[in-house]
């Protein structure tokens, strides 16, 4: 058995929603309080092992989502920003993304950028998919490498979004769904996966340390015996 902590864990917050139905809320104060459950995930990194969370906050196919729905999701990352920054750079917590963030409203790219400038240093990381799709990255990890050379695993993987960071080690789902929803489908080839019932706004840092302990007690043998 090894007992290996996860370093980096990424994690499909899905159920904000369904959340938000069943208390008979509008979907927007899902989407609300799903920023809160990020939060206090963020939070609670201080106390593990991870090196890297990444989350899928925006796919590229969320744009086909109704227009009102887009909108309060994107304001919504305007406040988190302004509201969170502080406490990344106070955390030494690095912002990373992943995707086409720079297609985003030019007011968005412009706070994430200085966001990124600001965190640079940070000895921990918080990588965000904004606009991502993960065939799109694949492709367009394969052009790049096409452009310098022979088209290797090697050249793809150092042309991913997610190049720099360490190799994913577990991925969870939350909300009962079982699929990867175009989601780091490269870096996922060998990680472990965890599809849990509980609702994104509804998930804790108690319930990412029952991840973390799963994974522990996981016996990874990519592909060997």
Known sequence: MSHNPAKHVAIIMDGNGRWAKRKHLPRAMGHRKGVEAVREL???????????????????????????????????????????LPEFIANDVKLHILGDWRALAPDIVAMLEDALEQTKNGSRTIAVALNYGGQAEIVHAARAAAATGEITEEAIEANLFSAGLPPLDLLIRTSGEVRLSNFLLWQAAYAEMLFVDTLWPDFTPAHLQQALDTFANRERRFGGR
């Open 42 to 84: 963020v939070r609670s990194l201080k106390d593990t092992d991870i090196e890297c969370l990444t989350l899928y906050a925006f796919s590229s196919e969320n744009w086909k989502r109704p227009e009102d729905e887009v909108d309060d999701l994107m304001d919504l990352m305007r406040k988190f920003i302004k509201s969170d």
